[in-house]
């Protein structure tokens, strides 16, 4: 490895080891899944309108992720299943469009609102590309709930169960039976497959109709506002929570004031003092209302932080931490109430009790099935279930692999190329993993599909790399790819996704329901680079359920780069050889140098020594807030290569700018223009326009981005700033990602000392508490039973 001048290259691990509880503060700083990818594009929070202090009323609007004060919410510690970390209560939420807008962890930033609460929204004669892709996830929603309407009812199960595991099972039922529930529930999950849909869905149109946001009237909005005046609450908080909660929103904020938590802006302390102002001494921590909002509100806090469910012992243990005095009831009337749902998930082969011998163990008729309770909202868990049953309708496919597909994996690039077109002749469901090399085999496999007459798209999480890939969500909401159907399905036979692992669970559950049966489906991607920014990890649990065929490419990354990476993979960070100056380590010594470094190189040296232009040049960095965070870093590098007083809201033609219309997409374009309809970006050469009431919940300067917002891109060069403060925030895969969106050079400006080699040893990434796996390995054991 080659290093700047200045350079020390010398790196030990450290070994520290990380805190097993930390700060609500230092987790959400830690926790790559709380980075701004997740959620807005410039990762500000909610400001309280002017005029209003923080801290002044019984509701201050939150900002940033580890912000102290009369605001600063307890964390959620405990772990759970497989060494969960559930989100704790201070993980920011999401405002703006759709599931992504709003507020962002910043990695060393203290408070930093910035973006005041929106009031109620203007009509507008036509949709944004956010609220189109929002319609179209919406009817994709219900058409999944009606194929589950459809569906047989669940095969009863827990027969032969007894002790613990039978007092659960007959909890619920008791549940279901309108009895009065215990304290401990689980669902009773089926034990056979769910039954295939007994007649085709409704069909759709092949593009989701426009449906018009809803708009909340003034006498609603007015209402609430006198709500929010008696309370205490900033009145701006009025159209938000008129559209979060509907025309009957007064109402309910008067019936129960702890229905605020509904607004992403609002905290449980902040809810608590609006209760107070209006109910006086009734509003204590054990009220039921409190207490089951705030049952939803930590889960919906779990969920920003990529869980789909949390175990119940979890669950009670952060409400504890708010104050709640028995955490068991409060879940217990959650669960009783429908608010939640709740699940067991078997763990392993029914155990016998102590007085039984290890050999009759297995034949006991009071045999104890051992399993972990998990709590969830309804959303997540309709859109696991409907995935797995989707997979595992793909992968029950059969197909005659023909004497032309094995011509085709014959003149295949590679070796691994020709074992995936092979597996995907004979396999309805495939998945495929590798690094940026292998990415080509993918590719190779849909040109021989092609070839053999099959209808193929190839789709990816961002857009470019080549006219015949799509876009996710483009295929989704109909503006790309093939279109569908009469049923509604896409007009394909084989589906090839690229960049899987940023599949959440819902866009991921959409695109598998619309796969039509007969047809083939490949997940391909690198497990090693962030998971997505919505709940779940689908590709990782479908790689650990091991319930299709999964092909593991073996073309390495070439140079110093793919080396350099591909260490990091396996938790090692290599001093490699780079005679080309293909890796470079510029140390700084504090996070102005840092700044500074970062903008000599990008338009300076990279430019000079490889005749990268610096608009090619991309900066990443952990997190938004801070000295060197992306705000910090975007400011010095307009200055520098762009200068003008920001006319357009803050932004000039010829910024390089970062679009994200909706949650987890950050898609780079260039400002052109604007006027009244918005502002006019150019993006892949295509020119789109950002409504001016959304520039600032939506697009953000993007010389500098953070690595959740880089997945799935790559430039030409990249310039990695690690600043002092960004210690905390650093994990094997935040390492990995970043450091591999270089195509051909990657500088380094290094400030974190030992913290680098410590995270890619001993930081892998965070887990997240699915369902996936479970469901997935029920479905294929039961299926391979006799009959």
Not at 73 to 78: A, L, T
Not at 296 to 311: D, I, N, R
Not at 514 to 522: N, Q
Not at 584 to 591: G, L
Request: net charge negative; aromatic share 2%; proline share 9%.
């Amino acid at each position: 490895m080659s290093t700047d001048p200045q350079a020390d290259t010398a790196a030990a691990e450290n070994p520290a080891t990380p805190e097993a509880e930390p700060s609500a503060a230092a987790e959400a700083e830690a926790d790559p899944a709380a980075d701004t990818d997740r959620t807005g594009p410039d990762g500000s929070g909610t400001a309280e309108p002017a005029g209003a202090e923080d801290g002044a009323g019984p509701v201050a609007v939150h900002g940033e992720a580890g912000e102290g004060g009369p605001g600063a919410e307890p964390p959620v510690s405990g772990r759970g299943g497989e060494g969960e970390s559930p989100a704790g209560p201070e993980t920011e939420t999401e405002t703006g469009s759709g599931a992504e807008g709003g507020a962002d962890a910043d990695a060393g930033a203290g408070p930093e609102g910035t973006a005041e609460p929106a009031a109620e929204a203007p009509a507008t004669p036509a949709l944004s590309e956010a609220q189109a892709e929002l319609a179209a996830q919406r009817i994709e929603r219900e058409r999944i709930a009606r194929r589950k309407a459809e569906r047989e009812a669940p095969v009863a199960a827990g027969a032969k169960l007894s002790g613990k595991a039978a007092d659960l099972l007959a909890a619920v039922r008791a549940v279901e039976g309108g009895a009065k529930p215990s304290s401990v529930y689980f669902d009773d999950a089926p034990a056979a497959p769910r039954k295939a849909p007994v007649a085709p869905p409704a069909p759709r149109p092949a593009a989701p109709a426009a449906v018009a946001a809803s708009v909340p009237s003034a006498d609603t909005v007015e209402g609430v506002r006198a709500v929010l005046a008696r309370g205490g609450a900033p009145e701006a908080l009025a159209g938000p929570a008129a559209a979060a909660l509907g025309e009957d929103a007064a109402g309910q904020l008067t019936e129960n004031p702890w229905r605020l938590l509904s607004l992403p802006a609002v905290r449980p302390t902040q809810a608590d003092g609006f209760a107070r102002a209006l109910l006086g001494a009734e509003a204590g921590p054990g009220d039921e209302r409190r207490t089951t909002v705030l049952v939803g509100w930590l889960l919906a806090q779990a969920g920003l932080k990529g869980h789909t469910a949390l175990e119940a012992p979890v669950l009670e243990k952060a409400l504890a931490q708010y104050g709640v005095p028995d955490p068991a009831e409060a879940l217990e009337l959650a669960i009783a109430e429908g608010s939640v749902l709740v699940f067991h998930e078997p763990l392993g082969p029914p155990v016998a009790g102590p007085s039984e011998n290890a050999a009759d163990a297995e034949d006991a008729e009071d045999a104890e099935q051992p399993v972990r309770v998990l709590v969830g909202l309804e959303g997540a868990a309709m859109a696991e279930e409907s995935l797995a049953d989707g997979l595992a309708r793909l992968a029950a496919g059969t197909f005659d692999a023909s004497e032309d597909w094995e011509r085709a994996a014959g003149s295949a690039p590679s070796p691994s190329a020709s074992e995936l077109i092979r597996a995907v002749a004979g396999h309805g469901l495939v998945t495929h993993t590798g690094g940026e090399a292998a990415r080509a085999e993918p590719v190779a496999l849909a040109a021989a599909a092609r070839e053999l007459g099959l209808r193929v798209c190839l789709a990816a999480h961002a857009p470019g790399g080549g006219p015949d890939r799509v876009t996710v969500a483009g295929l989704l909401s109909g503006a790309e790819g093939p279109g569908r159907d009469t049923d509604g399905q896409f007009a394909l036979d084989l589906l090839v996704v690229l960049d899987a692992p940023q599949l959440d669970v819902e866009t991921a559950a959409a695109l598998v329901e619309s796969v039509p049966d007969g047809a083939r489906l490949v997940l391909s991607g690198d497990p090693g680079v962030l998971g997505s920014a919505g709940a779940g990890r689908v590709f990782a649990d479908v790689l650990a359920a091991r319930t299709c065929p999964q092909l593991v490419s073996r073309t390495p990354d070439p140079g110093p780069l793919g080396e350099l990476v591909s260490g990091v993979g396996i938790g090692e960070l290599n001093q490699v050889d780079a005679p080309g100056k293909e890796v470079v380590i510029v140390p700084v010594k504090d996070a102005g140098e840092a700044v500074h470094r970062a903008v000599q190189l990008v338009a300076e040296s990279v430019p000079r020594a490889f005749g990268i232009p610096a608009d090619s040049v991309q900066v990443i960095t952990p997190g938004h807030g801070g000295s060197a965070g992306t705000r910090a870093l975007n400011a010095a590098l307009k200055e520098r290569l762009n200068p003008g007083p920001g006319r357009f809201g803050g932004f000039d033609p010829g910024d390089r700018v970062v679009h994200v219309p909706s949650a987890g997409r950050a898609l780079p374009a260039r400002v052109v223009s604007a006027d009244a309809e918005g502002l006019h970006l150019e993006r892949a050469g295509a020119r789109i326009v950002v409504a001016k009431e959304l520039v600032e919940s939506q697009v953000r300067h993007g010389w500098a981005v953070t690595a959740h917002q880089a997945v799935g891109t790559r430039w030409p060069a990249v310039v990695v700033v690690l600043p002092g403060d960004a210690a905390q925030a650093l994990s094997r895969d935040w390492v990995y990602t970043a450091f591999g969106r270089g195509e051909r050079h990657l500088s380094v400006v290094h400030g974190v000392d030992q913290a680098l080699p410590h995270a890619v040893a001993e930081v892998p990434a965070k887990p997240r508490t699915t369902r996936l796996t479970g469901l997935l390995t029920a479905l294929a054991t039961a299926g391979a039973q006799p009959g």
